[in-house]
Nanobody, 125 residues
Framework: QLQLVESGGGLVQPGGSLRLSCVAS????????IGWFRQAPGKEREGVAC????????NYADSVKGRFTISRDNAKNTVYLQMNTLKPEDTAVYYC??????????????????WGQGTQVTVSS
């Protein structure tokens, strides 16, 4: 069974940074575009960032552009989301997801085939 596991979440003060990791097991992540999504209480899950299988294409939501950076290390079967200058409105459960066969990437939920269980990010003083 294909599995994605997120880690790196936690409690951070406004203006702080966190780096999330998404590790794949039982499949080669390098064949998949990867998206990071988040869901705050009472809100729909939204696409935050995505990266193509080769890493040459990435895309960000306007709300995180310039603060978040998505990257990948296919040799380690891992995708990262570096989050800087965090704001209270970034508080959410963050999920990574994998999309097979997409040469680019998308921030649309329906595009993705496999999902992790999520990691909580809380930005609060």
């Amino acid at each position: 069974q294909l599995q994605l596991v997120e880690s790196g979440g936690g409690l951070v003060q406004p203006g702080g940074s966190l780096r999330l990791s998404c590790v794949a097991s039982r499949f080669t992540l390098g064949y998949y575009a990867i998206g990071w999504f988040r869901q705050a209480p009472g809100k729909e899950r939204e696409g935050v960032a995505c990266i193509s299988s080769g890493g040459g294409t990435s895309n960000y939501a306007d709300s995180v552009k310039g603060r978040f950076t998505i990257s990948r290390d296919n040799a380690k079967n891992t995708v990262y989301l570096q989050m800087n200058t965090l704001k209270p409105e970034d508080t959410a459960v963050y999920y990574c997801a994998a999309d097979y066969g997409n040469l680019g990437c998308s921030r649309l939920r329906v595009q993705y085939d496999y999902w992790g269980q999520g990691t909580q990010v809380t930005v609060s003083s």
